[in-house]
T-cell receptor, first 110, second 113 residues
Framework: NAGVTQTPKFQVLKTGQSMTLQCAQD?????MSWYRQDPGMGLRLIHY???????DQGEVPNGYNVSRSTTEDFPLRLLSAAPSQTSVYFC?????????FGPGTRLTVT | GNSVTQMEGPVTLSEEAFLTINCTYT??????LFWYVQYPGEGLQLLLK???ADDKGSNKGFEATYRKETTSFHLEKGSVQVSDSAVYFC????????????WGLGTSLAVNP
């Protein structure tokens, strides 16, 4: 099992550009989520999904879109990048009580 | 609403020192409680958990006891090692089927040789 994988590891964008952060898991987990981690603010939930075809907003969804067409994949789209979206992004999946995290994507928006 | 409060860091200790990282929570009912650890440059991983009052979670020499009367879940280790240097997050999951976690802000621990 590869667990939760995320690509890319690092990305630099210019303001206004769009991109997709990829997340995949091979554990057949129903629940997947995206967080951003910023200094002094801990982890904040962006979007989550309880299964294929179902997504919902977390606490900081603005500027981000998600889709869940398969159980395995849960991409996060930045529609028009802003400097405030500079952060480390983590994808996580869960079947029961434990959440499994990917290694993260460090995004810088200039 | 539900919340988790953990002690601010950074915490700096010498090797073999005793560690306590405080965590208190506000929640209705009986949430499940977790400690996650994030080593430098990595994602978070579950360190230990407790799902009901008076449960003690333990792993890798770390322990935490679910105290309903004080709404606390303090993390302890008797003798820390340099390899324990990381950021530690306390989290709760509300009672019921909700998979969402509510997170503390994290406490950075540095252990010096």
């Amino acid at each position: 099992n590869a667990g939760v994988t995320q690509t890319p590891k690092f990305q630099v964008l210019k303001t206004g550009q769009s991109m997709t952060l990829q997340c995949a898991q091979d554990m057949n987990h129903e629940y997947m989520s995206w967080y951003r981690q910023d200094p002094g603010m801990g982890l904040r939930l962006i979007h989550y999904s309880v299964g294929a075809g179902i997504t919902d907003q977390g606490e900081v969804p603005n500027g981000y879109n998600v889709s869940r067409s398969t159980t395995e994949d849960f991409p996060l789209r930045l529609l028009s990048a802003a400097p405030s979206q500079t952060s480390v992004y983590f994808c996580a999946s869960s079947l029961g009580t434990e959440q499994y995290f990917g290694p993260g994507t460090r995004l810088t928006v200039t | 609403g539900n919340s988790v409060t953990q002690m601010e860091g950074p915490v700096t200790l010498s090797e073999e020192a005793f560690l306590t990282i405080n965590c208190t929570y506000t929640a209705t009912g009986y949430p499940s409680l977790f400690w996650y650890v994030q080593y430098p440059g990595e994602g978070l991983q579950l360190l230990l958990k407790a799902t009901k009052a008076d449960d003690k979670g333990s792993n890798k020499g770390f322990e935490a006891t679910y105290r309903k009367e004080t709404t606390s879940f303090h993390l302890e280790k008797g003798s820390v090692q340099v390899s324990d240097s990381a950021v530690y997050f306390c989290a709760l999951r509300e009672a019921g089927n909700n998979r969402k976690l509510i997170w503390g802000l994290g406490t950075s621990l540095a252990v010096n040789p």
